[in-house]
């Protein structure tokens, strides 16, 4: 197995590969010499938008590619995604040809990883070890090199990643110095590469530098060199930088000043120019340097991600704790895992959940089964692992509403494969793992996931368009809104050009793409779902019943999924004598959904009350070319908020989501639509993000003792047919002579 071939050479056998021209000609390593690994990590999730792939590669990668073109004597390590790949493969066969010729001549490295740049401890072992040798044969197959590092996303370990690693067929890669100090090395130790285990399985470990990250191109070229000669003097032979490529050129600020301004070729410039220093990629360090000793690391990421995965107010404290400790004890303090965001973050954990299910079922039908509708499921549920959706920091991620969608529709995709000939069928199951049991529809045409919490329905897919008309995301508290609010009272808000000036890091400047979003800040009480309850008498704050917990009764009938569902009656004691009954209908023709509600005076006195079912549809944006929203005879577009009275019909059609939801309402309702905004962080600053568009109806009725009201809303919804991934043909590299030096034409092809 690969694993035992290459997980277990000896330091002997690593030499004597080097020796037989897989690094080009040996480096002069001295003793007294310092080795910099320069690491650049280059990705961009699956889903995000076209545009956004041809700007980060004009202002970012194909500068990069080109600046370390014309240095031939810096040698660097490149980590490229699939996604990303293909796209340049596509779009940007220039890039993708200098990096044939920098691999080639030795001067480039490439590292594997997961194909689609999955959170590796977060997706089964076999996708995992899947993702990380799809890549490794697409990189074989375009550059005709492979590789024996790869990239963690995120840089997220756990401590059972060396067997999987092994397995996959890498032999090192590089982690923040984070792990090395909480595994109690000292920053003085940090120098050297390490060797690690899990079940006799080794794996070498490059502590990657924490201050090289935040000086790097932040500041002057000069301050980082003099970091790098006081670590020298201090006994290091080896240094990491490890860090995302989009820092050079993508950005606020880092174009001018990385490529307009010559930061890199500065950079470039001045390493080729330190007799005491030299470049080296990953695998020339593997190589020729002995790991210094075993070591067993915790798990964890670099420390933000782990501030990033809590609350507000479990941020703020990690936070002050490690501002409270010198600089050599705040690495001591562990922050929570990735997977906190999972708690965090009920919409990830449900996003998490439901791959996980086809995941299963993928693996169950492949032991017999390679066909190419199988394949194309792997394919599909591959790119609804991309880790950016699961988790939000100062990225988009999770808050990203086209990068949901794009997990959803991966996911369906692949469970419509494997779903022919299934016959409609529901469960009772704790399927989020949060303890209590959700009830799961899942048919032909699509299927329905509801929640005792708010006694709603959290999952409405369509498998004809491959869409969860509910992908949703409810408005919370987060620790960077404190840092929006406190930058705006001070004036200190970077807003327009002035966000872009400055060469200051976005852990650094407090940027925003708007004024005002301040009042944006509104949090919700639960999680936005599809019929959720509230009710009001006369002037009093309304009962909220979103995040109650129902009693749930299924109940079978001829065609037709019946639920019952109750709130306890202490979620009602403010409304003497008021009870409810929900009745949640699923349909198994067409999968139609809808709810009849109850509402039932058992007190002594007349009960005249407001009562409001709200529905949360996913609409993607709201300014979707051909999107509209009809309530009766008026009508507007997800963006414009809009009120009408006796609505008995409401009906949704979006062009962008290529589905159509009608609302059938009796006894006819107010009914008022409006956009739902949150308030998110991105590489560019704070930006108001459209979630979903809330469709409330409402009723006011007078109840008699001893007598109930019925209301009732009936939904359909129809898609259009979307394909699946097709399944990628391995690419073939073309023979090419031998790489030139470096020439003025080179030179030339290299700026494009």
């Not at 090395?180 to 690690?196: C, H, K, M, N, V």
Request: glycine share 8%; hydrophobic share 40%; charged share 25%.
């Amino acid at each position: 197995m690969v694993m035992t071939r290459m997980g277990r050479r000896s330091y002997g056998e690593r030499t004597k590969l080097g020796t037989r021209g897989r690094c080009g000609k040996l480096p002069n390593y001295m003793a007294e010499r310092l080795r910099l690994a320069l690491v650049f990590h280059q990705h961009q999730p699956a889903g995000n938008f076209p545009h956004v792939y041809e700007e980060v590669t004009e202002r970012a990668y194909a500068p990069l590619v080109a600046t370390l073109y014309r240095h031939p004597e810096i040698k660097a390590t490149l980590h490229f995604s699939g996604p990303l790949l293909d796209w340049l493969e596509g779009n940007r066969p220039d890039v993708t040809g200098d990096l044939n010729d920098l691999v080639r001549r030795g001067q480039v490295e490439l590292l594997s990883g997961g194909y689609y740049e999955p959170i590796l401890v977060g997706v089964p072992r076999r996708d995992a070890v899947g993702q990380i040798r799809a890549l490794t044969d697409r990189i074989v197959a375009l550059f005709g090199h492979r590789p024996l590092g790869a990239w963690l996303a995120e840089r997220v370990w756990e401590p059972h990643l060396p067997s999987l690693l092994a397995e996959a067929g890498v032999a090192y890669t590089t982690l923040d110095e984070q792990h090395f100090l909480q595994a109690g090395l000292r920053p003085e130790d940090l120098g050297r590469s390490f060797i690690t285990e899990d079940q006799g399985f080794p794996v070498v470990v490059f502590p990657g530098s924490a201050r090289l990250r935040y000086l790097i191109p932040f500041r002057d070229v000069s301050a980082t060199l003099k970091e790098l000669r006081e670590r020298h003097a201090a006994g290091a032979r080896l240094q990491v930088y490890a860090d995302d490529g989009e820092k050079f050129g993508a950005w606020p600020g880092t174009y001018q000043r990385v490529h307009k301004d010559g930061w890199l070729e500065d950079f470039f410039t001045q390493l080729a120019q330190q007799d005491w220093l030299e470049t080296v990629t990953l695998e020339n360090a593997w190589i020729f340097q002995r790991p210094a000793r075993r070591v067993y690391l915790p798990g964890g990421s670099y420390p933000e991600m782990g501030e990033w995965s809590v609350d507000a107010q479990a941020a703020r404290r990690y936070a002050q704790a490690r501002n409270a400790l010198k600089e050599e004890l705040a690495p001591l303090i562990v922050t929570p895992p990735w997977r906190n965001f999972f708690s965090k973050y009920p919409e990830s954990n449900a996003l998490h959940k439901r791959m996980l299910i086809v995941s299963e079922e993928l693996a169950r039908r492949s032991i017999l089964d390679s066909s190419l509708e199988v394949r194309q499921a792997q394919q599909n549920l591959w790119r609804a692992q991309t880790n950016d959706v699961y988790w939000h920091g100062v990225f988009g991620g999770l808050y990203l509403p086209h990068l949901r969608a794009d997990a959803y529709s991966s996911l369906l995709k692949a469970e419509r494969l494997l779903a022919e000939r299934r016959v409609a069928a529901g469960e009772q199951r704790d399927y989020d793992i949060d303890g209590n049991d959700e009830y799961l529809f899942r048919g032909n045409a699509g299927a329905v996931f509801v929640h005792i919490e708010g006694g709603s329905i959290i999952e409405w897919d369509i498998y004809a368009s491959a869409t969860n008309l509910i992908d949703t995301l409810a408005r919370r508290p987060e620790a960077s809104h404190e840092q929006l609010r406190r930058a705006e009272k001070a004036g200190k808000l970077l807003v327009g050009k002035a966000a872009e000036k400055g060469s200051k890091s976005i852990h650094e400047a407090v940027r925003a793409k708007e004024r005002g979003l301040v009042k944006l800040l509104e949090y919700d009480v639960g999680r936005r779902a599809f019929f959720q309850d509230s009710v009001r008498v006369g002037r009093n704050e309304p009962v909220v019943l979103h995040a109650v917990h129902y009693g749930l009764t299924p109940q079978r009938e001829a065609r037709t999924v019946s639920l019952i569902l109750e709130p306890p009656a202490r979620a009602l004691a403010e409304i003497e004598g008021l009870g409810i009954r929900k009745d949640l209908r699923i349909a198994d023709e067409g999968l139609s959904v809808g709810v009849r509600y109850r509402l039932r005076n058992d007190g002594d006195d007349d009960l005249t009350l407001s009562f409001t079912s709200t529905s949360n549809l996913a609409l993607l944006t709201d300014a979707g070319p051909g999107d509209t929203i009809t309530l009766g005879t008026r009508k507007t577009t997800p963006g414009k908020p809009l009120e009408h009275r006796g609505v008995s019909a409401v009906a949704v059609h979006s062009e962008v989501r290529r589905f159509d939801v009608t609302f059938a309402i009796e006894p006819p309702a107010a009914v008022s639509v409006r956009p739902i905004y949150a308030v998110a962080n991105s590489e560019q600053g704070f930006e108001r993000v459209y979630e979903q568009t809330e469709i409330a109806c409402s009723w006011t009725v007078t109840i008699e003792p001893g007598s109930h009201v019925d209301l009732e809303i009936r939904c359909g919804a129809v898609g259009q047919m979307v394909e699946p991934e097709v399944v990628r043909q391995p690419t073939r590299r073309r023979k090419t002579p031998a790489a030139p030096a470096a020439t003025a034409e080179t030179t030339a092809r290299a700026r494009r």
